[in-house]
């Protein structure tokens, strides 16, 4: 009587999805340098967006020229309905969002724009990640619990998934929720919701942002009153904001129906030249470096 040969099961690290943010040879690699026309120089624009949910973060950014949504959302459906014109790269798992930012650096350039939505939501979809590739490594590892040491490395690699985008050679948007924490003095701030270590986090996602807004809708007395946006580019507490470039205004209203703002605002920044934007940005590292 024959035997049945046994089912040879796929090992761990067969089974696990592409990704970037893997293990790579210790051997440094040779690097090519090509020297570049200083004229040629373009350092790109990096702008975190963040506020409510449901105050129009994701309407406003649709909004922004020769733009592709990096979405996790359903609320993109709110872009369409108002005419947004951008392409849409859909963000339902992490390698999903490995693979689109794959296709980011082959195709875009120093004029197109990438709309993260949200990058709240992708910190979430990266531990979702991690657990499953833990989980499929040994079975008894919770894929919803994660343990002590992996907090670290969760952080350590969405951080550099920010880095990445940052350093791309087209523009960035990053969309995310509000979070409310106290300062170290008690007063209450309102930083992009960004977990991790209570807020350092979200202080090193802010730092590597050359604009940080704050989008907020204005008090009405009644329904009927129109709806108004505020959007805040510097810091008025308890909102955190900043803009290395000093190109915007420290708030604007936005008026309902006035999503193409954003148009406007993007021309102002970048009529700052290129070689002004990469000093303030220098400026900026050294101060925290002395920090």
Known sequence: MATRRPTQRK?????????????????????????????????SVNWCIFGNSGVGKTVLAAFAP?????????????????????????????????ASLDWADKNLTPDD??????????????????????????????????????????????????????????NSIFIATSMHKEDPEGESIVLPNIVGKD????????????????LRVEKRKNLDDPRRAIITNDTFPPYFGKDRYRALPPWEVIEDGEFDIIQDMITDIMSIPPDVRKAAKAETSETRARA
């Open 11 to 43: 090992t761990a690290a067969e089974r696990r999805p592409a990704t970037n943010l893997r293990v790579v040879n210790s051997q440094v690699p040779k690097i090519t340098v090509h020297p570049e026309d200083l004229q040629d120089f373009n350092e």
């Open 66 to 98: 020769n733009n592709h949504i990096l979405s996790t959302e359903k609320g993109i459906v709110a872009a369409k309905r108002v005419g947004a014109t951008a392409k849409l790269l859909r963000a339902p798992s992490w390698p999903y969002v490995e």
């Open 113 to 170: 724009w990438l709309t993260v939505d949200s990058s709240s939501k992708m910190q979430e979809l990266l531990i979702r990640w991690w657990l499953e590739v833990q989980h499929e490594e040994n079975e008894s590892r919770d894929l919803d619990i994660p343990q002590l040491q992996d907090h670290q490395k969760w952080q350590r690699m969405f951080l550099r998934f920010i880095q990445r985008i940052i350093d791309a050679p087209y």
């Open 199 to 214: 807020y350092t986090i979200a202080n090193n996602y802010c730092a590597e942002m050359d604009i940080v807004s704050c």
